[in-house]
């Protein structure tokens, strides 16, 4: 069964760090295209940070430059480092598998989701 | 940046009736549409992809259709289970980018 599982996520004051935690199971991180994907409360989906089968990254604009996304195959997990965080980085973070007979930019695999929170 | 717009917002209907939710995008995104189904407190589901493929244990009773820049889910027959806030999500064009989403609920 797949199964992927966020953790890390915590009250956290601006300016501050954050790593997240997402372990899978079920299937192999290095074989897919694996997300972040954000959730402010009360809101929608917001896409934050992919990184490739081969390792490339790419990051939406309001993360750039402060988030890194990686990934640890011998541990099979897939961390986001959260620098520089706002207020307006408050949200449950969702790990998401990219399509993964195609990796095409939709989810059909989801973690549970860790709560961040920024505030001081 | 592709923007996504759902209409409803908030759509009530009663159990055992028919559900009819749009999704429009800014630009056309081809058939590079995908539905997802979110539950208070749960992560999103896959319900389509490609605008009209029904993910894997999906009901038949949900569909899927449109291209470019239209695109609806039906949902047919209401069930309890079926409540929820739906989004839909275009990935033609980077970055992946979501609707608001449309609340369903129980009239």
């Known amino acids: 069964e797949e199964q992927l599982v966020e953790s890390g996520g915590n009250l956290i004051q601006p300016g501050g760090s954050l790593r997240l935690s997402c372990a899978v199971s079920?299937?192999?991180?290095?074989?897919?295209?694996m997300s972040w994907v954000r959730q402010a409360p009360g809101k929608g989906l917001e896409w934050v940070s992919v990184?490739?089968?081969?390792?490339?990254?790419h990051y939406a604009d309001s993360v750039k430059g402060r988030f890194t996304i990686s990934r640890d195959n011998s541990k099979n997990t897939v961390y986001l480092q959260m620098n520089s965080l706002r207020a307006e980085d408050t949200a449950v973070y969702y790990c998401?598998?990219?399509?993964?007979?195609?990796?095409?930019?939709?989810?059909?695999?989801w973690g549970q989701g860790t709560l961040v929170t920024v505030s001081s | 940046e592709i923007v996504m717009t759902q209409s409803p917002a908030t759509l009530s209907v009663s159990p055992g009736e028919r559900a009819t939710l749009s999704c429009r995008a800014s630009q056309s995104v081809r058939s590079y549409l995908a539905w997802y189904q979110q539950k208070p407190g749960q992560p999103p589901r896959l319900l389509f992809y490609?605008?009209?493929t029904r993910a894997t244990a999906v009901p038949a009773r949900f569909s899927g259709s449109g291209s470019g820049t239209e695109f609806t889910l039906t949902i047919n027959s209401l069930q309890s289970e079926d409540f929820a806030v739906y989004y839909c999500?275009?990935?033609?064009?980077?970055?992946?980018?979501f609707g608001q989403g449309t609340n369903v609920e129980i009239k």
């Open positions: 990184i490739y089968r081969g390792g490339d990254t």
């Open positions: 999500q275009q990935y033609n064009i980077w970055p992946p980018t």
């Open positions: 079920g299937f192999t991180v290095s074989s897919n295209y």
């Open positions: 998401a598998r990219h399509d993964s007979i195609t990796s095409s930019y939709f989810f059909d695999s």
């Open positions: 490609g605008a009209s």
